[in-house]
């Protein structure tokens, strides 16, 4: 089955927060996640329905809160799943990224006000021996935002997150350029040295799992940029 690019991201939107939520959604939320009207989100997965990937249902007024018509909700089919991972290429586990998205978040938290050295340790080790292209450049992101944030003059201001912003994180040209942006790394005289020497021996491979990633793991990896940025600031 051949889908657009538009419907590959309207199905990997729809699976995202199906599984975040674990319950059929209405097709506003899938609006308002989008930024698109009802109407448009709406016809979208009538459009994916009849291509069997999505079923809809009927939830009377009986049965949620509030009173008034019974609303339609849809849910992902077994073959949607399976439809987007091999479009997308075969690299992507959802449960392990979970996994590892979770494993980042909570170790950047719980490090708040250090200068979370034990997490980047631990990135460095894992880095070399991962194998799948999406937890390797999201690895590879952390690590390089934390080594900014080392250098970071005054960590009570958000000098940091403002030069991230001006690099292009967390969008896709900061994430392509973050190799250049190593190089630059060591230079740097109060750099770890040991730190940019094995991010500037990984730029090659960065970069070109980089360009590898489908549409949807470039999403994914740009949102999970913008959590790990979202969590450093200061």
Request: charged share 25%; proline share 3%.
């Amino acid at each position: 089955m051949r889908l657009t690019r538009r419907q590959q991201t309207i199905l990997s939107a729809f699976l995202d927060l199906y599984h975040q939520d674990e319950e059929a959604l209405h097709y506003t939320k899938l609006a308002e996640y989008l930024g698109v009207n009802p109407v448009t989100a709406y016809d979208m997965l009538r459009l994916l329905e009849e291509r069997g990937l999505v079923i809809s249902e009927f939830v009377p007024p009986s049965q949620r809160e509030g009173s008034g018509r019974a609303r339609v909700v849809f849910r992902p089919t077994a073959a949607a799943q399976a439809l987007l991972d091999e479009l997308s290429g075969g690299d992507f586990n959802r449960t392990e990224w979970e996994q590892v998205k979770q494993r980042i978040f909570w170790a950047l938290r719980e490090g708040k006000g250090s200068d979370y050295q034990d997490l980047l340790d631990d990135l460095l080790s894992r880095i070399p021996e991962s194998s799948s292209p999406l937890l390797y450049t999201a690895e590879m992101v952390t690590a390089v935002i934390l080594q900014l944030y080392q250098l970071n003059d005054d960590a009570t201001e958000s000098a940091l997150f403002e030069r991230l912003q001006a690099f292009g994180l967390p969008g896709e040209l900061g994430l392509n350029a973050l190799g250049g942006l190593t190089v630059g790394l060591s230079y740097v005289e109060r750099a770890n040295r040991r730190v940019t020497r094995f991010l500037l021996a990984q730029t090659g491979r960065y970069q070109g799992t980089l360009d590898r990633l489908s549409g949807e793991n470039r999403r994914r990896l740009t949102d999970f940029t913008r959590e790990v940025m979202k969590i450093v600031e200061p």
